[in-house]
């Protein structure tokens, strides 16, 4: 018999721990599971489940993370916001619990995370991942928008089919089989015509500090995939690096709204939990991007990459020392150098715009 590696066996390890730990939560829920059982489960010792992830909560945060399908395949361009947000929310609702389906393993299928964290750091994070599942939803509607006098900003009617989206899953993780999914994805449908007089004019960027001036080496890390392609992430591109923490993802759309146009932005997330809130982040960036994927062509965010930093490789290359959930930082790279850098509240702003004139991004809809 063939003698196993080290990393062979802590990779089966790690599989036996995750496969014990599905079936312990999709039984007793969260609350209710006990690591020993799991360890139980697996045939493992209590510390062999710990030496792979440090909490329950990292545990039940992997299980779903594990659970979230990655499709591959290019969507067909929808034929506009009305298509592409029923399309949309056909894809996310497929997750939905049945009547005959457990409390608990419902729950597993939504991959919910409802309640998993009541600290302020998970609270946090929680919050900032959905205005970013907005923007990229957004940002994706409007490339599909009809250019006749502008494509407007959308990201409000992106966080109102995303609250819609969320309310039906609550109530499907609490009363199964109540209301017809169906009839939530045609509504989202119709919310593509609804005049938000949707405006991005944030108080704070006028006062923001310009980004200081660098000639400093660009030598970006290689092998991390872009969470909205599923390809790797490439950084050889001129353009604009902004490293934000999870306590501060809204700032990723001043970056992206302030850039020129066919440049690349390339937003990198980073914690100083990898174990929780790293894997929080992958999760719902993850579980987004394989329904966005589904519908919207690889097209439909030109120029934006969005890598989820864990060990802060892209960070310690921008230069940004000591990253956590507070972070934010910027630098814009020109021809294989950071040229500019930027720190504190509106960096990424700060960098998209030095050296050049600001461009203004969608332009308002005044309906």
Known sequence: MTRLTRAQQQERTRAAVLAAARREFAERGYAEAKVDRIAERAELTRGAVYSNFPSKRALYLAVLLDSVERPDTAAAPPSGPHEALGAFAYAWLERLPLAGDTPADGKLQLRSTAGLFDDEPGRTASAQLTRLEALLLALALESCAPEGGGRPR????????????????HLAGTAPGFGDPFDVARACEHLAGL??????????????????PAQDPWEPPAGLPDEITGRPAGFGADGVIAVLGTGRLEAAEEAVRAARPGEQVTVAVVTGDPAEIGRLARLRIGDLTACLRRVFPSGAWPGLRLVVDERAAVASAAGVPDPDDATEAAVRVRAGRIVFRAHGRGAAHAAAVAGGPVTTGPEESDG
């Open 154 to 169: 959308l990201v409000r009617t992106a966080e109102l089919v995303l609250t819609m989206l969320n309310g039906a899953g």
């Open 195 to 212: 005049d938000l007089a949707d405006a991005w004019d944030p108080p704070h960027l006028p006062f923001v500090a310009p980004a200081r």
